[in-house]
């Protein structure tokens, strides 16, 4: 079975704090995923990266930065969480190939209160 | 940056009852998958379409796609409740990226 691992199912955090979210597969996908989902407005890509080191920007960056040393890691930062920075944050994972043609394969989520 | 809307954003219905749900692009879809995702889960892959006008079915579910590649529906017959979920769309451009519809919180009530 495909497993996907997120470091946090929840995580509260102050403003201005630094946040490190993780997440790690197990199936050599090279493709990995960060999301956010807030009610309304479905899933919005963050980050994604497809393979070791290499990483672009979703449609929502700002705000965030990723890590990616290894292939079974991709990790969020949030340099300085801010409020509107409360969210459901999904990480995935896929193998290469046609986007549609794949399964991206999810963790289970990190719910991020920033007060 | 392509949009999906899904129509409509909230559903509930007996169980027994037929739905359909829908989900709308002004873009045309290299291909198109739904989602199901449970309360505290990630979203998990129910289909994939690829095909202009293609259907497909799961037990209970059928999926079509639009025969122009910019729409498609999520039909369930006779729903269960464990059919409640929140539904998602999500459309390939041509690239190695999904974009993600709005959803469709779906509740069936026994």
């Known amino acids: 079975d495909v497993k996907v691992t997120q470091s946090s199912r929840y995580l509260v955090k102050r403003t201005g704090e630094k946040v490190f979210l993780e997440c790690v597969q197990d199936m050599d996908h090279e493709n990995m995923f960060w999301y956010r989902q807030d009610p309304g407005l479905g899933l919005r890509l963050i980050y994604f990266s497809y393979d070791v080191k290499m990483k672009e920007k979703g449609d929502i960056p700002e705000g965030y930065s990723v890590s990616r040393e290894k292939k079974e890691r991709f990790s969020l930062i949030l340099e300085s969480a801010s409020t509107n920075q409360t969210s459901m944050y999904l990480c995935?994972?896929?193998?290469?190939?046609?986007?549609?043609?794949?399964?991206?394969?999810f963790g289970p989520g990190t719910r991020l209160t920033v007060t | 940056t392509q949009l999906l809307e899904q129509s409509p954003q909230f559903l509930s219905i007996q169980e027994g009852e037929n739905l359909t749900v829908y989900c709308n692009s002004s873009?045309?879809?290299?291909?198109l998958q739904w989602y199901r995702q449970e309360p505290g889960e990630g979203p998990v892959l129910l289909v994939t379409?690829?095909?202009?006008?293609e259907v497909k079915k799961l037990k209970r579910l059928t999926f079509q796609f639009g025969d122009a590649r910019k729409d498609s529906s999520l039909h369930i017959t006779a729903a269960q409740t464990g059919d409640t979920g929140l539904y998602l769309c999500?459309?390939?451009?041509?690239?190695?990226?999904?974009?993600f519809g709005t959803g469709t919180r779906l509740t069936i009530i026994p």
């Open positions: 995935a994972s896929k193998t290469q190939g046609a986007g549609g043609l794949y399964e991206q394969y």
């Open positions: 379409v690829v095909t202009g006008g």
């Open positions: 873009s045309v879809f290299s291909s």
């Open positions: 999500a459309g390939e451009f041509g690239n190695e990226k999904l974009t």
